[in-house]
């Protein structure tokens, strides 16, 4: 009982004074103070997480169970743990500063890296686009047009047919009214979902919808 | 706006000499035999090169006045070349207004003066003001902040802070001359920075919340006293059954992504609240589920989700503590690291349920090709579109929130999401009406209805 009492309780305390604070100025300097706990909460967090890397690959590259096997992907977990050794020594050993070994492995392997993680888009794009706009059925004709007048005015600095003005009136009258119709559905759930986590409503995050 | 308008300018000069040089440098010479049909060819074109350079002139004058109004400096220049500054002695501040600053925590008084008599935008001898406080307890004043006189303001505004809050302050300014002569203002009435304990300014979301909360409150107490509520059918949380089963019989885990924003955004706490059911149905059917986490302060959070999902299910040898792990904070560094797990593991179903961003589409386009059943769910607007498109369920915006409700099927939250929905129809016809009202004021061509505009507008903290 306790163990759910008590975090209920915290809950319960820190939800309603951040709700609170909102209508009390007096109360914004405690409310930055307690954003700064997220710092503190955040710094240990990122130990646990550090463990739990080290730990799901040590045991991959492990010989384990009754056949002394490793896991099939156990390179994969050397590499893992390889670079996450290497990037820590360097970074103690020789700080984080301009022209260090950690910057230089940085600069020239995790920023290529992410960098083409990121370009692949283009290609997942692409593929996307061409399942969306097969001409299945009315809605999707209507979704074909209206993407292809916005793609074209995109494109068209000029005024060819008028597309560029029809183009923003599709954007800025029927693509924004359906997103001010999610966003104001959204706005609802949030605050709901709120009031429900912090009088207690909700608990299954804490893995128990009743006591 | 100053280069931007200089680059016109110059622009235009370029096009006005090009065709006033024109036909002294190089038009190539008129043939007798075309002179005929060349004659109102040229004079046509002459027209037009005379109207074009006459308009533009016109803008070049234009611009030019635009330059004026938008760059002080190019503005002050030509007048301080034009009438150089007498060397006036300085004269003393009149109007200097300390206040509290309204709608703070305390601490802070703002402070607004106007220019001293004869000072011109700092042009006629006057080169700084300085603002002198007087501290409580303290005998002398010391300089709080210098304005530079050659501003364009005629009145300056600071907002001194850092002050102890219920304690008297004085201030004065000192008008300091070109020539260095300077002149005290008289000192301004002591002015107390105090806090204040309600933004005034936001009673309208007070009452909309308080509002928000009576229905929703109000739904649940009906719903604990066996009142049945009815909730429309969702797709893509029916499918979850679906996607768990299939997996079970294919001997494959589940993928759970739960986003990769915060804890502190409210789609990830509604993400943990949907794992917890979703663990639940894992559980029982004794399968296996995988949660990458990005966030470090999240990671833990759903371990000890699905572990007592697990525990609720009574099954808690079957929990995995390795399945539930932290990957890395970096985005495309996770989505790699998930696409490999996808590709490697074969989950029967992939569950993304939260907050998404660009790596959105890498990690469902990646599912889609390993040909899991695929559910997802955020608020994100922007990535809608990519997960409609790349998954066989998606939930939109609201219903993310609504799903935990929906598959614990717990009649307490039913009853707040029946609350919601009763609010979010009062919220369209306040919006209809303020529609219709607003537009009715404009109509009439008066302001009998612009109030209902500032009673709904939603203001922040500074007011």
């Known amino acids: 009982m306790m163990k759910t009492r008590i975090p209920l309780l915290i809950c319960f305390v820190a939800g309603t004074f951040m709700a609170v604070q909102y209508f009390i100025p007096a109360f914004l300097p405690y409310y930055d103070r307690v954003n700064d706990y997220i710092q503190i909460v955040y710094a240990f967090s990122i130990v646990l997480g550090l463990a739990s890397v080290i730990q799901r690959h040590t045991h991959r590259v492990q010989r384990r169970g009754p056949e002394k096997r490793r896991h099939k992907d156990w390179i994969y977990s050397l590499c893992a743990l390889a670079g996450l050794t290497v990037m820590l020594l360097a970074g103690f050993i020789e700080g984080r500063g301009e022209g260090t070994l950690f910057q230089n492995l940085f600069n020239a392997i995790l920023l290529p890296v992410q960098a083409t993680m990121f370009a692949l888009l283009a290609f997942y794009l692409a593929s996307a686009a061409f399942r969306a706009f097969r001409t299945r059925s009315v809605d999707a004709t209507v979704l074909l047009l209206a993407a292809v007048v916005v793609m074209i005015g995109r494109l068209d600095d000029g005024a060819t047919l008028g597309i560029p003005k029809l183009s923003r009136w599709i954007l800025d009258n029927p693509n924004l009214v359906a997103k001010r119709a999610i966003l104001l559905g959204v706005g609802l759930g949030m605050a709901s979902t709120a009031l429900k986590v912090v009088v207690g409503i909700e608990r299954s995050y804490l893995g128990s919808s009743k006591e | ?463």
């Open chain 2, 1 to 463: 706006m100053v280069s931007r308008a200089g680059k016109h300018v110059s622009a235009v000069n370029h096009q006005v000499e090009g065709r006033v040089e024109q036909p002294k440098t190089g038009s190539p010479p008129v043939s007798r035999r075309t002179t005929g049909l060349a004659f109102p060819f040229l004079a046509l074109l002459l027209t037009l090169s005379a109207s074009l350079t006459a308009a533009a002139l016109f803008r070049v004058r234009t611009a030019g006045a635009d330059v004026t109004q938008d760059a002080p400096d190019q503005s002050v220049a030509p007048a301080e070349s034009a009438a150089q500054p007498e060397p006036t002695p300085a004269r003393p501040v009149l109007d200097l207004v300390v206040r509290d600053k309204p709608l703070d925590a305390g601490g802070t008084l703002r402070i607004t003066f106007g220019r001293a008599p004869g000072d011109s935008l700092g042009l006629t001898g006057v080169a700084r003001y300085e603002l002198w406080r007087q501290a409580p307890g303290v005998d002398s004043f010391a300089v709080a902040r210098t304005f530079t006189a050659r501003q364009r303001l005629d009145r300056f505004t600071y907002d001194d802070s850092r002050l102890w809050t219920g304690q008297p302050y004085v201030y004065r300014v000192r008008t300091v001359a070109a020539d260095g002569s300077t002149a005290e203002g008289a000192a301004s009435p002591p002015a107390v920075p105090t806090r204040q304990w309600f933004y005034t300014n936001k009673l309208n979301t007070l009452v909309a919340v308080i509002a928000f909360v009576a229905f929703i409150l109000g739904f649940v107490h009906a719903a604990r006293r066996g009142r049945e509520l009815k909730i429309r059918r969702i797709a893509g949380l029916d499918a979850i059954d679906e996607a768990v089963g299939r997996c079970t019989e294919m001997g494959r885990p589940t993928l759970y992504i739960p986003g990769i924003s915060t804890i502190s955004d409210v789609a990830t706490i509604a993400s943990l609240n949907i794992l917890s059911e979703v663990a639940k149905k894992i559980a029982r059917y004794q399968a296996r589920i995988l949660v990458p986490n990005r966030d470090p302060i999240v990671y833990p959070v759903t371990q000890d989700v699905v572990k007592e999902a697990f525990v609720t299910a009574g099954y808690p040898h079957n929990y995995r503590p390795e399945d539930i792990y932290f990957v890395t904070n970096d985005q495309f560094t996770y989505a790699a690291a998930v696409c490999g797990t996808m590709v490697r593991e074969k989950p029967g179903a992939n569950l993304l349920l939260g907050m998404f961003y660009a790596e959105s589409l890498v990690l469902a386009e990646t599912g889609a090709s390993i040909g899991a059943i695929q559910i997802a769910g955020t608020d994100a607007i922007t990535q809608l579109p990519f997960f409609v498109t790349a998954c066989d369920y998606t939930i939109i915006g609201e219903e993310l929130y609504a799903a935990s409700a929906y598959i614990g099927r717990d009649p307490t939250l039913l009853g707040s999401l029946k609350g919601q929905d009763v609010y979010k129809m009062i919220c369209i016809v306040m919006i209809l009406l303020g529609v219709a009202l607003m537009t009715a004021g404009v109509l009439t061509r008066g302001e009998p209805f612009t109030w209902i505009g500032d009673l709904l507008r939603v203001r922040g903290t500074g007011g």
